[in-house]
């Protein structure tokens, strides 16, 4: 089967890097869409678009190059460009609390492709998608907690309970993005694969 995600060669094609470049830019855009929309924000978590671009590269690109354009995302915030939520950046993000999801959507995009690659089927890429952004939900929410309780000033009555309090206002959009990206992304590699 020759489509995006089954790929295992060691060198980027120049479409290979184009597809890289685009993600990156979709999570830049992703990221900030509270700056235009700014009560998306709940207790200092930015309510965006990038687990659905996250999962949605993972998805489409497979698990390599997914997880590839999520590193690349990063890289381009922690040399200082403003591309993280809030128009953020720099390497001093590294101990900004919301830090670990950019993290996980390294290892979203990863997980997420690495399973539609065992299986292709629609359901496959729905499934992946859903587990993909539960990885995001297990790692940025405990960063976040483990970074106010060691080096980050907390809110006032801070607790465990109230991170997953937060978190539970942005889960239904993104489960339901999830899905989305799962059948887009099962769609275009149709598309694709058509085409080739």
Same mark, same amino acid.
């Given at each position: 089967?020759?489509?995006?995600?089954?790929?295992?060669? %060691?060198?980027?094609?120049?479409? /290979?890097?184009?597809?890289? *470049?685009?993600?990156?830019? @979709?999570?830049?855009?992703?990221?900030?869409?509270?700056?235009?929309?700014?009560? =998306?924000?709940?207790? *200092?978590?930015?309510?965006? @678009?990038?687990?659905?671009?996250?999962?949605?590269?993972?998805?489409?690109?497979? +698990?390599?190059?997914?997880?590839?354009?999520?590193?690349?995302?990063?890289?381009?915030?922690?040399?200082?460009?403003?591309?993280?939520?809030?128009?953020?950046?720099?390497?001093?993000?590294?101990? %900004?609390?919301?830090?670990?999801?950019?993290?996980?959507?390294?290892?979203?995009?990863?997980?997420?492709?690495?399973?539609?690659?065992?299986? %292709? +089927?629609?359901? +496959?890429?729905? =499934?992946?998608?859903?587990?993909?952004?539960?990885? +995001?939900?297990?790692?940025?929410? %405990?960063?976040?907690?483990?970074?106010?309780?060691?080096?980050?000033?907390?809110?006032?009555?801070?607790?465990?309970?109230?991170?997953?309090?937060?978190?539970?206002?942005?889960?239904?959009? /993104?489960?339901?993005?999830?899905?989305?990206? *799962?059948?887009?992304?099962?769609?275009?590699?149709?598309?694709?694969?058509?085409?080739?």
């Amino acid at each position: 089967m020759n489509t995006v995600t089954t790929r295992t060669h %060691n060198k980027l094609t120049a479409l /290979d890097i184009t597809y890289v *470049g685009m993600f990156a830019a @979709l999570m830049m855009i992703g990221a900030n869409i509270t700056s235009f929309v700014p009560f =998306l924000v709940v207790g *200092g978590v930015p309510i965006t @678009l990038q687990p659905f671009f996250a999962v949605l590269a993972g998805a489409f690109l497979g +698990s390599r190059l997914g997880a590839i354009s999520m590193a690349v995302y990063a890289f381009i915030g922690l040399v200082g460009a403003p591309v993280f939520a809030k128009f953020q950046g720099g390497f001093a993000q590294i101990l %900004n609390p919301t830090f670990g999801f950019v993290l996980a959507f390294i290892l979203t995009a990863y997980i997420t492709g690495k399973m539609i690659e065992k299986k %292709n +089927s629609l359901p +496959s890429y729905i =499934l992946a998608a859903l587990i993909g952004t539960l990885i +995001s939900y297990i790692i940025g929410p %405990n960063w976040m907690y483990a970074a106010y309780k060691v080096w980050a000033q907390a809110p006032e009555a801070f607790t465990y309970k109230l991170v997953w309090i937060w978190m539970a206002f942005p889960l239904p959009k /993104d489960i339901l993005l999830a899905i989305l990206a *799962g059948m887009f992304a099962h769609r275009m590699q149709k598309i694709v694969k058509r085409r080739r």
